[in-house]
């Protein structure tokens, strides 16, 4: 149960399962009793873009955007990008161990949590 509110951002580039992901996140936040807010980023891909998906989770009515990240889904190699500033040291980190350990190197979190884990095949197998 969460007590008060959790802030999660799936990141990823174009065609890493954003769009898969994030309905099965929606509907299972809300079959377990809690509401949700959603903010999309979507950003040029032709400059390489990576999107982004914040949700805050709360048991209570949630209307806003928070500028902070309780908890990050890393689906790609440039899953960091500009959400370095929006990261603590308590910020949980999701995702396979290559796509974390590079982004770890620039982002001096060392004593966030991680847990890595082989996404993609999860994603592929979730969407066909």
Known sequence: MIDKEI????SGEAGQGLNTIEPLFITLLEE???HAF???EFMSRVRGGNNTTAIRVSSGNVDAFVDR???LVVLGA???GRLDKRLAPGTILIGE???IQKNMRTWA???SRWISK???PIWAEASS
């Open 118 to 120: 082989p996404v993609s």
């Open 69 to 71: 990240i309780d908890m």
């Open 32 to 34: 377990a009793g809690y």
């Open 109 to 111: 979190a060392g004593s």
């Open 38 to 40: 959603l903010s999309k």
């Open 97 to 99: 161990e290559k796509n």
């Open 7 to 10: 802030s999660i951002v799936l």
């Open 78 to 80: 440039n899953a960091f």
